[in-house]
Nanobody
Framework: QVQLAESGGGSVETGGSLRLSCSIS????????VGWFRRAPGNERKFVAMKNSRSYILYTASVKGRFTISGNSTQNMFYLQMDSLKPEDTGTYYCGIQRGYCSTVPTAYAYWGQGTEVTVSS
């Protein structure tokens, strides 16, 4: 059984930075994908960024150049460095694991953490 735990959320002003962490317990392989998703108030969970340990990385367009995903399955830790934050980045951030391939579709992910709250004020 794989378990995930996010941390690092908080409240910042526009232009600020936060670093989210996703701690993973259990076995994951280099081909498994770790994704970060955001759920804004009243909205569905939406893709933000993902990577596997084989150097595949993808970002949604709105965060490209501002967010950086890192980490690997050897350490069982993944991170999302968020810079130049905007109010529209506000929401609950979740990390999830998809076995064997990477997808931007949240229903493809088998395991999820409980989420960490990010609030960006203008």
């Amino acid at each position: 059984q794989v378990q995930l735990a996010e941390s690092g959320g908080g409240s910042v002003e526009t232009g600020g930075s936060l670093r989210l962490s996703c701690s993973i317990s259990g076995d994951i392989s280099s081909g498994d994908c770790v994704g970060w998703f955001r759920r804004a108030p009243g909205n569905e969970r939406k893709f933000v960024a993902m990577k596997n340990s084989r150097s595949y990385i993808l970002y949604t367009a709105s965060v490209k150049g501002r967010f950086t995903i890192s980490g690997n399955s050897t350490q069982n830790m993944f991170y999302l460095q968020m810079d130049s934050l905007k109010p529209e980045d506000t929401g609950t951030y979740y990390c999830g694991i998809q076995r064997g391939y990477c997808s931007t579709v949240p229903t493809a992910y088998a395991y999820w953490g409980q989420g960490t709250e990010v609030t960006v004020s203008s």
